[in-house]
């Protein structure tokens, strides 16, 4: 291929990023993605892994907690 | 809709998600069960063989004549093996665990065909195979990051696309409303790829551009596969870990779609500054350099949400496996995230170039980045995929200190060491003649290079341990006493 042909491959790609990209802020924008933000930061949290409960630690930790709770 | 859709049912346009359907984590967590552990126990096994590899090519650049003749291992192909095995076996594989299995739970939606998954890791992992096999034994292509021989192309295109059109199956049948900013980098990474890879293979493999295009093009998809697909699954993996271990929301929700929007726009213009100093069109270089100093903006944006969530919460954060890996590949995402800003001015990469500073940055941002962010990950999804606890502790902390400080130790030896290189060759003299001969600036490097030898050693103990506990994890027959440990939330079952 000459230059001309990759340039045009190039702004053909470059076309279609740009327009996917324009796309999905539009849809984003349309169906409220882009508004109320911080209650979406919480959207991870549920009543399995809720909000202020650390869901993670060493496991020997763990076992000790678990048998502090038991006794 | 039933409760098994077909494919036909997934992909109609018109079926309407039923939001009765949405699950719990835990039912999510246990339909990714089986594919997840196919490309993380894969993921394992390439780790270690890219470990050794590493080695190998770590102790020939002091010791040239270690295993120098034997044709398979000489420098420049297992240099190649050892790259292609972490980028596309640990990298990719690990990607594919780690990447479906966060966008499954933030859709909250049951995961369907998982059977594609199956069949895009088992292809995924002959390709790499024959492609590292391929490489080895001499059918590398001459080109960065792209080194698997051409054969495996299609291969390699047919199991990223399996993967691809899972996610975006998942993503469309989703039960939650909001699009959480990791689900964001993930569409976004998984739209980038086969853009980059299809780009790259006609212009680099099949229809091989030459002289500075071929440069451009190349240097073009080596950055990008940094930037546009390991950067966005890392931070998406941080987005969501982060504040989902500490039980607190990110620090600015609003921030972190600044930043989503300030990457996408910046990084794909960043690569161009590895050819400053080369025959390429001024403006060119100029617009690299100011795509890589825009870069400040989605990396302080990301710093802030990181470490401002943690701030306050350092002591469960440090007794979380998970948190430690995230967090230090967090700060580490900062860190080598402006050392790649300053690399790319020009006075600066003067230096820099054609030295060990961008071997120790480019680990900078695979390992004590990428990969320690993907370690934290594996340490909460792991027990929530198989039901049962990390079965040794110490071994979690043998990882942790020797993957820390072995990384450590090597981008400071290979950037110390390659700053020391890089003004050694442009010393002159007041007549202009080199201070230096090329021999002594390489003779000097030694000592630099021994302690990326030993850094190189650190990590593969650390990798070991890994591979043990995820092993002892995977194989070990399942006791009552692991069924009461309180690893994970409740297995649930029910529907919300």
């Not at chain 2, 229809?207 to 998406?236: C, D, K």
């Not at chain 2, 902390?397 to 450590?408: S, T, Y």
């Not at chain 2, 092993?471 to 994970?488: G, I």
């Amino acid at each position: 291929m000459d230059w001309s042909a990759y340039i045009l491959v190039g702004f053909l790609f470059a076309g279609l990023f740009f327009l996917g990209a324009s796309a999905a802020l539009y849809w984003a924008h349309k169906h409220g993605q882009l508004s109320n933000l911080e209650k979406g930061a919480t959207s991870i949290f549920d009543e399995d892994e809720p909000m202020g409960e650390v869901t993670d630690s060493f496991p020997e930790k763990k076992r000790k907690a678990d048998s502090g709770e038991d006794s | 809709m039933s409760a098994t859709p077909s494919i036909l049912d997934s992909i109609n346009p018109s079926q309407d998600a039923d939001t009765s359907l949405k699950a719990r984590l835990g039912e999510v967590d246990a339909s990714m069960r089986v594919p997840a552990m196919l490309f993380l126990i894969s993921s394992v096994l390439w780790l270690l063989a890219g470990t050794v590899f590493a080695l190998i090519a770590a102790i020939k650049a002091t010791n040239p004549e270690f295993l120098g003749a034997t044709e398979w291992l000489t420098f420049g192909r297992v240099r190649s093996a050892h790259l292609n095995a972490m980028i596309f076996g640990w990298g990719n594989n690990v990607i594919f665990a780690v990447a479906p299995w966060i966008m499954g739970r933030l859709c909250r939606a049951r995961i369907r065909h998982t059977n594609i998954l199956l069949v895009a890791g088992v292809f995924w992992n002959i390709a790499v195979t024959v492609g590292i096999i391929g490489i080895m034994k001499g059918d590398m292509v001459a080109v960065e990051w792209l080194e698997m021989p051409a054969y495996i192309t299609p291969l390699v295109a047919i199991s990223y696309a399996l993967v691809g059109v899972w996610v975006i199956i998942a993503f469309r049948w989703r039960q939650s409303d909001h699009v959480y900013v990791s689900q964001w980098y993930l569409l976004a990474a998984f739209f980038w790829l086969p853009w980059l890879y299809t780009v790259a293979q006609v212009m680099l493999v099949f229809e091989p551009a030459t002289g500075v295009v071929q440069s451009l093009t190349n240097w073009w998809f080596a950055h990008n596969v940094l930037g546009l697909w390991l950067t966005p699954t890392a931070i998406a993996a941080a987005y969501y870990l982060i504040p989902k271990v500490l039980g607190r929301p990110i620090h600015s929700y609003y921030l972190s779609v600044v930043g989503f929007w300030a990457l996408a726009l910046f990084y794909n213009w960043a690569g161009v500054h590895h050819l400053i100093g080369g025959p390429v069109p001024a403006w060119v270089i100029s617009a690299g350099v100011v795509g890589s100093v825009m870069m400040v903006i989605p990396v302080i944006v990301v710093a802030i949400n990181h470490h401002l969530t943690v701030v306050g919460l350092h002591k469960p954060g440090w007794a979380s496996p998970t948190i430690r890996f995230v967090v230090f590949g967090a700060i580490n995402y900062t860190a080598v995230s402006l050392l790649g800003s300053l690399m790319a001015l020009r006075n600066v990469n003067e230096v820099t170039h054609f030295t060990h500073f961008t071997v120790g940055h480019a680990h900078h941002g695979v390992y004590a980045f990428f990969t320690m962010i993907m370690f934290g990950a594996v340490y909460y999804m792991m027990p929530r995929l198989l039901l049962r606890e990390w079965p040794n502790a110490f071994l979690i902390k043998v990882h942790w200190w020797m993957c820390a400080m072995g990384i450590v130790l090597m981008v400071v030896a290979l950037q110390v060491g390659g700053w020391i290189q890089g003004l050694q060759m442009n010393a002159l003299s007041e007549e202009g003649t080199p201070v230096y001969t090329f021999l002594e600036v390489v003779e000097n490097t030694k000592p630099w290079l021994w302690g990326r030898s030993l850094s190189g050693l650190m990590l593969l103990i650390g990798h070991i341990a890994f591979a043990v506990n995820v092993f002892w994890m995977v194989f070990s027959p399942k006791t009552e006493a692991q069924k009461s440990q309180p690893t994970l939330l409740t297995p649930s079952t029910g529907q919300s």
